[in-house]
């Protein structure tokens, strides 16, 4: 059974990420016909919302950005920091829409910053349970406490979905609202990188579920 259920989550996590990077390459050739970049639509949206205090920077890497709201950074690959695409302005505007759920205070957001610390001690204790758990502890407590870390690690991948929803649907709207992109083949271009990243937490949430329910009947039939 645990191996059904990883090569299963395997196969879907797989697939999410290569619709990504498949609807990411063909829309990183199409260029908006603004001509910003997406550091550019990053801060146009930003400033459009009032936020001034937020630093937008670029690393090395593909597909590496992100919104650190601890150090209020937004964060870009240096393609998508650069580059013109529609696919560079739907991520930079998506990241830039985690940077206004921070400003709204957005529950769901600060629910997960509140469960970060929780949730990499949870990431960090199943492997070492998963390991040498059978020589230090009984198989009852050991898969009690892989079940409690995934419940944990599963509960986060929850919370991380109206997140990403609800911060692509800023995006979509924003960009819209003020012309980053043309209508028609632009937006619909973004629109599916988007689309197909947001696949990707249905896919960690799935996963993540799915070993969840595997260690809590593991723990039931022990119990019976």
């Known amino acids: 059974m645990i191996w059904i259920i990883f090569i299963g989550t395997m196969l879907l996590s ?45 690393q090395p890497g593909t597909l590496s950005d992100h919104y650190d709201p601890t150090n209020r950074r937004l964060v870009l690959s240096d393609e998508n920091y650069h580059g013109t695409s529609v696919a560079a302005i739907g991520v930079a505007a998506h990241e830039a829409g985690h940077a206004l759920q921070h400003q709204a205070a957005y529950a769901p957001l600060q629910l997960r910053m509140a469960a970060v610390g929780i949730t990499t001690a949870a990431g960090f ?68 990188v988007l689309n197909a990243a947001a696949l990707t937490y249905v896919a960690a949430f799935i996963g993540a579920l799915a070993q969840f329910l595997y260690y809590a009947v593991q723990v039931m039939g022990r119990r019976e």
């Open 125 to 192: 204790v199943i492997p070492i349970v998963g390991l040498a758990g059978s020589f230090i502890l009984s198989p009852k407590i050991a898969l009690l406490i892989m079940a409690v870390g995934m419940g944990i690690i599963m509960l986060f991948q929850l919370i991380t979905l109206p997140v990403e929803f609800d911060a692509t649907a800023r995006a979509k709207r924003l960009v819209a609202e003020m012309g980053l992109v043309a209508p028609g083949e632009e937006t619909e271009g973004m629109n599916k």
């Open 14 to 58: 797989g697939l999410a990420s290569l619709m990504v990077r498949s609807a990411y390459s063909r829309y990183s050739q199409l260029g908006s016909s603004t001509g910003i970049s997406g550091a550019e639509a990053a801060a146009r949206i930003l400033r459009r919302s009032g936020i001034t205090d937020v630093m937008i920077e670029s």
